[in-house]
């Protein structure tokens, strides 16, 4: 890479490492921060080990999900309904789900049959590694702000070290949050409807994804975005939409507003498209989450 190309990268990483702290890991990938996508691959997703086994590792954070159960406890999980990582409960919405339902299930996968997390047993282990980013994804989105409100304020409190960050699908949701934390960084999931059917196999989705056009996302729509949520904020998006959107980092990079990509297609299709959108442009996000292991990826991506 050549130093017009260094330079580059540096300005893309900047907006979001003046929010969160500079480690080893990023250091020697391209600048970008690489977070485990619910906890280190091998271990049961969205569980304390999994974020222990990923702060142990050369991540330089965790993505998690959590959802609210009817009686206000937050939990860490995925799917709108259990049973594909947690069991022993009825398959209903979480949202409708107690505590006492909760504690009562179990987790399913390798290792499994211990009581799947509430989220405050992720944020104190979470709470003692400050130089490990908490990525926190809010997967639904709220009819109120309260909510929301005294998620945030409970995560002030126990994540004291600062280093987090909340994430969403829903700018509403995100609006929320910045109402409540008005410095913290906030990232917009962008949902790509091409990845449709991998959120399920069904007729519905498969034609959703046949149908389904890429996101555009101008630097209009940069802007538009800031102006929503409220500065720090990011976009977060699959491969498939960077490859869709050449400009994008360039312009985020113009507005200092950070990019995270991902791949549901999995972290070799990741690393191919950085290579290539580091090619035509010069320019790399600012981090990462990815499935496998960090060293692993970052030489694919040419960070080794």
Same mark, same amino acid.
């Given at each position: 890479m050549d130093i017009t190309a260094m330079r580059?990268? %540096?300005?893309? =990483?900047?907006? #979001? #490492?003046?929010?969160?702290?500079?480690?080893? &890991?990023n250091a020697?990938?391209?600048g970008m921060q690489v977070h485990a996508h619910r906890g280190a691959p091998g271990l049961i997703e969205n569980s304390v080990p999994a974020i222990r086994a990923a702060h142990g590792g050369s991540w330089d954070g965790v993505e998690i999900d959590m959802q609210q159960l009817k009686d206000g406890r937050w939990v860490l999980h995925h799917d709108p309904v259990p049973g594909r990582t947690v069991g022993g409960v009825a398959r209903r919405p979480v949202a409708q789900l /107690? /505590?006492? +339902?909760? $504690? /009562? &299930?179990?987790m399913v996968g390798n290792g499994g049959g211990s009581a799947p997390p509430f989220l405050d047993d992720a944020m104190r282990e979470a709470a003692s590694r400050p130089d490990k980013t908490f990525n926190a994804e809010l997967k639904i989105v709220y009819q109120s702000c309260e909510p929301v %409100?005294? #998620?945030?304020?409970? !995560?002030? $409190?126990?994540?004291?070290?600062?280093?987090w960050m909340v994430t969403s699908g829903f700018p509403? *949701?995100?609006?929320?949050? %910045?109402? =409540? +934390?008005? =410095?913290?960084?906030?990232?917009?999931?962008?949902? @790509?409807p091409r990845n449709a059917e991998a959120a399920g196999a069904n007729v519905f989705t498969q034609q959703v994804a046949k149908r389904g056009r890429a996101p555009v996302l101008s630097q209009q729509w940069l802007k538009n975005l800031v102006d929503i949520v409220g500065a720090p904020v990011g976009v977060h998006? +699959? =491969?498939?939409? #960077? &490859?869709?959107?050449? @400009?994008?980092l360039q312009n985020a990079a113009a507005l200092s507003i950070p990019v995270f990509v991902y791949s549901v297609a999995g @972290? +070799?299709?990741l690393a191919r $498209?950085? %290579? /290539?959108?580091?090619? *035509?442009?010069?320019? !790399?996000?600012s981090g990462v989450i990815i499935d496998g292991d960090p060293e692993k990826f970052c030489k694919a991506v040419g960070g080794f």
């Open positions: 580059r990268n %540096r300005l893309v =990483a900047t907006a #979001l #490492l003046i929010c969160l702290p500079w480690t080893a &890991a020697a990938c391209l /107690s /505590s006492a +339902d909760w $504690q /009562s &299930a179990k %409100r005294k #998620l945030v304020a409970d !995560m002030k $409190q126990t994540l004291g070290h600062g280093n509403e *949701a995100l609006r929320c949050v %910045r109402n =409540a +934390d008005p =410095a913290g960084y906030l990232g917009l999931i962008v949902f @790509d998006l +699959d =491969a498939l939409t #960077l &490859a869709a959107n050449p @400009d994008l @972290d +070799d299709r $498209q950085l %290579r /290539s959108s580091n090619e *035509a442009s010069g320019y !790399m996000p």
